[in-house]
DNA sequence: CATCAAGCCTGGGTATTCGC
DNA sequence: GCGAATACCCAGGCTTGATG
């Protein structure tokens, strides 16, 4: 086989998302449709580029690379394991990514990664990042996915931080999480740049993208 | 050197199977 | 029955190699 840009590009997403599935793979790499998407990836996991794995019932297979695929486009050989109660989140992070790209008009240059971002503070820096990042207009916005209850002083403090750093802070919440809801909702009088969104919005849209 | 056919690869659409 | 994964078939593009 012969490899086409795309295909890097594929490799590049694949790698700063933590749990990229073929769906997401579809818009992010503008792909016709998922057919065509699914082909590809399948070559480039025959070539032993990427690997697919299946880690839960009722949530699609995700992809990651291979040392060949890290060697590719020269990213580190470390391996950081995958925590099962984070899928569903991470998946959810990247419906919210391709959202803000077809709403804001976004391309991939101007989102950043919690993985991006954690790897420029440098090792062993542990600090809370958003979900990911994406200027637009001169403004950066940090779009947070909150789909379970942390503790509220946690979640206060997020909050602090990113009034401090981002001219924007979105957040993602289910409308049942009605006890993260009431705490960002107070904290809007304190802080001026806080915008709540539905998670129903999200799935919504892409359900309707097909 | 120009051209044309054959072969191969890739992608599109749709049908079919698979696993729940 | 449903969504995900795979199979099948056709079209277009590119490469190669033979021919004039």
């Known amino acids: 086989m012969r490899l086409t840009e795309r295909d890097e590009l594929i490799l590049r997403e694949v790698d700063r998302w933590r749990a990229c599935g073929s769906k997401h793979i579809r818009w992010l790499a503008n792909f016709s449709g998922q057919r065509a998407t699914d082909r590809r990836l399948k070559i480039l996991i025959e070539a032993g580029y990427l690997k697919r794995k299946k880690f839960l019932y009722g949530v699609p297979s995700i992809y990651f690379l291979t040392a060949k695929g890290k060697s590719l486009i020269q990213v580190g050989t470390g391996t950081e394991k995958v925590k099962i109660e984070q899928i569903v989140h991470d998946r959810t ?13 976004l391309s991939l240059n101007d989102i950043t990664t919690e993985k991006q971002l954690h790897q420029s503070d440098g090792f062993g820096i542990r600090r809370h990042r958003a979900d990911f990042i994406f200027t637009k207009d001169e403004q950066t916005n940090c779009v947070e996915v909150e789909l379970t209850r942390k503790a509220n002083n946690r979640l206060l403090n997020i909050i602090k931080d990113n009034f401090m750093e981002y001219d924007t802070q979105i957040w993602v919440v289910p409308d049942y999480q009605t006890a993260i809801l009431n705490v960002l909702n107070n904290s809007q009088r304190y802080y001026t740049n806080i915008e709540i969104l539905s998670l129903q919005k999200i799935t919504d849209y892409m359900q309707s993208l097909k």
């Open 93 to 105: 992070v990247l419906d919210t990514a391709i959202y803000f790209m077809h709403k804001e008009n």
